[in-house]
């Protein structure tokens, strides 16, 4: 059984840096695509960013150019450093997983997810 742990959110003001880690366990490194995803209140799911043996495969183009997804040598932490943040970025923030089949890494192919920490982006 996957189980993510994320860590890291807090309160900021727009222009400033936040760095998220999600912890996983119960995964095989050379398996699984990882993922960051967001959901403001009143919109829906979206994804960030994706990582897959440490190549990035994906940035939502909100976020190109200021976020960056990467892995630790041991494979078993994911971090998302955000920098420049906005308010528009404010948002509970996830880590999912999902065992690569071969078709790459689908948004929608992520099926464990940890409990999000909170982002909150004032102006």
């Known amino acids: 059984q996957v189980q993510l742990v994320e860590s890291g959110g807090g309160s900021v003001q727009a222009g400033e840096s936040l760095r998220l880690s999600c912890a996983a366990s119960?995964?095989?490194?050379?398996?699984?695509?990882m993922a960051w995803f967001r959901q403001a209140p009143g919109k829906e799911r979206e994804g960030v960013a994706i990582?897959?043996?440490?190549?990035?495969?994906y940035y939502s183009d909100s976020v190109k150019g200021r976020f960056t997804i990467s892995q630790d040598n041991d494979k078993n932490t994911i971090f998302l450093q955000m920098n420049s943040l906005k308010p528009e970025d404010t948002a509970m923030y996830s880590c999912?997983?999902?065992?690569?089949?071969?078709?790459?890494?689908?948004?929608?192919?992520?099926?464990?997810w940890g409990q999000g920490t909170q982002v909150t982006v004032s102006s």
């Open positions: 990582i897959f043996r440490d190549i990035v495969t």
């Open positions: 999912a997983a999902g065992r690569n089949l071969g078709n790459g890494c689908p948004i929608m192919g992520f099926t464990y």
């Open positions: 119960g995964y095989t490194y050379r398996s699984y695509c």
